[in-house]
């Protein structure tokens, strides 16, 4: 019976990873060699200290402490304050838990603190015990820096990205999807936590699924389990309901986040969410529009190549109208940025889109691209690196790409971009193209 059950697992497993394998495919352009998955060893802890702590935004002026005890009875509270050791301030949270397969996670933690003063460290502890995190709170005006990173997984190459990343100076970490790549190997999420601890704790992450966080077994367990458990995002307090697309605004940007992997045709919730949310953007208070999602639009790879052609026929419309600015996805094992663009052509009144699915996942990078280049791809190569958005000003931002293969400081692709808002594009669109995103 033992030997049955082992098999069983054994094959659900494999199947479950079969479904999320792409094969890398290959290119004269020599990168260097893959670098294996990152091994954990076991660290016992205490079973009421706090594990894989991260923070996210939870509304205005507010953050969320995430963190997981071994422990079922240790409390959902942070102390925090603005000096070390001296919690002037106690919030109280929530918990929960869940089960995968024969898996039973720990208790999962997510307490809102705040009202919290804008770019400001506060010092803080989970559950009235264990060690002293800090975060610093993003800036209430420009300038403010997103790093940016999808696909991550657990490699050496995911260990350089973090590295590079910590170097830079940021004030929100965006992840367009593909997480722990744990792919129903649940304790791969634990290991995960403890990966980006250091970084995760001390800035917010503001994630979204990716097809590595689908672990839907059929008839066996739902979809998005164990990344909605853990990774909370504001998406009630952005009039969403569901954890899968949300929004929130940070020092004049407003960001949407989009799910590829939930219903998005005009008869979906997440459709009618999304056209509520733009139409409510006020951009005097938000001049800039980036909305971040998984699957691209805009992909002139071969890997995945028509895989986000639904969603954009969907909801293209609504961000052309609405005056998206910058658009970034992963999916793609790559780097791709291009030019202003819409309905598949360039645009100057479109957005730019950029993929950036080259964490360090561990099925390697994506190297074959369609030939010739479309006249719409600007920048294109499969490297492993992450990315940078200083916006400036209401009207001037700076993207730069960094491959993990050089130093932080080197920029391997880098440009100015300006937000529509001061370029004319909004009041020349007709009423025709803006009429959708009010009607009823």
């Given at each position: 019976m033992k030997m049955e059950t082992k098999t069983m697992i054994s094959t659900i497993l494999l199947l479950c990873v079969l479904l999320s394998i792409s094969l890398p495919v290959r290119t004269d352009y020599v990168r260097p060699l893959p670098r294996k998955n990152l091994q954990f060893s076991w660290n016992p802890k205490h079973p009421s200290l706090p594990q894989q702590v991260h923070v996210s935004l939870?509304?205005?002026?507010?953050?969320?402490?995430?963190?997981?005890?071994?422990?079922?009875?240790?409390?959902?509270?942070?102390?925090?304050?603005?000096?070390?050791?001296?919690?002037?301030?106690?919030?109280?949270?929530?918990?929960?838990?869940?089960?995968y397969l024969f898996y039973s996670s720990?208790?999962?933690?997510?307490?809102?603190?705040?009202?919290?003063?804008?770019d400001t460290v506060y010092f803080y502890r989970c559950g009235g015990q264990g060690p002293e995190f800090q975060l610093k709170t993003p800036p209430g005006q420009f300038p403010v820096t997103f790093a940016v990173a999808g696909d991550l997984g657990q490699t050496g190459w995911t260990k350089s990205t973090l590295d590079h990343i910590d170097k830079c100076i940021y004030d929100?970490?965006?992840?367009?999807?593909?997480?722990?790549?744990?792919?129903?190997?649940?304790?791969?999420?634990?290991?995960?936590?403890?990966?980006?601890q250091p970084l995760a704790s001390a800035r917010p992450w503001m994630v979204t699924q990716g097809n590595h966080e689908k672990e839907k077994i059929p008839f066996l367990t739902d979809g998005f389990a164990s990344y909605n458990a853990r990774w909370r995002m504001p998406f009630e307090e952005s009039e969403s309901t569901s954890n899968l697309y949300y929004s929130?605004?940070?020092?004049?940007?407003?960001?949407?986040?989009?799910g590829s992997y939930t219903d998005y045709d005009e008869l979906s919730d997440q459709y009618s969410w999304l056209k509520a949310d733009l139409s409510k953007v006020d951009r005097k208070k938000t001049p800039w529009?980036?909305?971040?999602?998984?699957?691209?639009?805009?992909?002139?790879?071969?890997?995945?190549?028509?895989?986000?052609?639904?969603?954009?026929?969907?909801?293209?419309?609504?961000?052309?109208a609405a005056g998206v600015d910058l658009v970034l996805t992963g999916h793609v094992h790559a780097?791709?940025?291009?030019?202003?663009?819409?309905?598949?052509k360039s645009d100057p009144c479109g957005a730019?889109?950029?993929?950036?699915?080259?964490?360090?996942?561990?099925?390697?990078?994506?190297?074959?691209?369609?030939?010739?280049?479309?006249?719409?791809?600007?920048?294109?190569?499969?490297?492993?690196?992450?990315?940078?958005?200083?916006?400036?000003?209401?009207?001037?931002?700076?993207?730069?790409?960094?491959?993990?293969?050089?130093?932080?400081?080197?920029?391997?692709?880098?440009v100015w971009?300006?937000?529509?808002?001061?370029s004319g594009c909004l009041e020349e669109k007709t009423y025709e193209s803006r009429k959708i995103l009010f009607s009823p």
């Amino acid at each position: 019976m033992k030997m049955e059950t082992k098999t069983m697992i054994s094959t659900i497993l494999l199947l479950c990873v079969l479904l999320s394998i792409s094969l890398p495919v290959r290119t004269d352009y020599v990168r260097p060699l893959p670098r294996k998955n990152l091994q954990f060893s076991w660290n016992p802890k205490h079973p009421s200290l706090p594990q894989q702590v991260h923070v996210s935004l939870a509304g205005e002026n507010h953050m969320r402490i995430s963190w997981i005890t071994d422990g079922k009875s240790a409390p959902s509270i942070v102390e925090y304050g603005t000096s070390p050791g001296q919690y002037a301030l106690t919030s109280q949270g929530e918990a929960t838990s869940y089960n995968y397969l024969f898996y039973s996670s720990g208790k999962i933690h997510h307490t809102v603190i705040g009202p919290l003063e804008h770019d400001t460290v506060y010092f803080y502890r989970c559950g009235g015990q264990g060690p002293e995190f800090q975060l610093k709170t993003p800036p209430g005006q420009f300038p403010v820096t997103f790093a940016v990173a999808g696909d991550l997984g657990q490699t050496g190459w995911t260990k350089s990205t973090l590295d590079h990343i910590d170097k830079c100076i940021y004030d929100i970490h965006l992840l367009p999807g593909d997480l722990s790549y744990a792919d129903c190997l649940q304790h791969r999420w634990d290991t995960f936590g403890e990966l980006v601890q250091p970084l995760a704790s001390a800035r917010p992450w503001m994630v979204t699924q990716g097809n590595h966080e689908k672990e839907k077994i059929p008839f066996l367990t739902d979809g998005f389990a164990s990344y909605n458990a853990r990774w909370r995002m504001p998406f009630e307090e952005s009039e969403s309901t569901s954890n899968l697309y949300y929004s929130f605004e940070v020092a004049g940007v407003h960001v949407v986040m989009l799910g590829s992997y939930t219903d998005y045709d005009e008869l979906s919730d997440q459709y009618s969410w999304l056209k509520a949310d733009l139409s409510k953007v006020d951009r005097k208070k938000t001049p800039w529009l980036v909305v971040s999602f998984h699957v691209p639009w805009y992909n002139s790879n071969h890997a995945h190549k028509g895989e986000g052609d639904g969603m954009m026929a969907a909801m293209e419309p609504l961000l052309y109208a609405a005056g998206v600015d910058l658009v970034l996805t992963g999916h793609v094992h790559a780097y791709e940025r291009s030019k202003r663009v819409n309905n598949g052509k360039s645009d100057p009144c479109g957005a730019v889109h950029i993929t950036i699915g080259d964490g360090g996942n561990r099925e390697g990078l994506a190297q074959k691209y369609v030939q010739p280049k479309p006249e719409w791809s600007v920048f294109r190569e499969a490297s492993f690196g992450h990315g940078e958005l200083k916006i400036v000003n209401s009207t001037h931002a700076f993207w730069s790409w960094h491959r993990n293969d050089d130093d932080e400081p080197v920029r391997s692709d880098q440009v100015w971009i300006n937000s529509l808002i001061g370029s004319g594009c909004l009041e020349e669109k007709t009423y025709e193209s803006r009429k959708i995103l009010f009607s009823p």
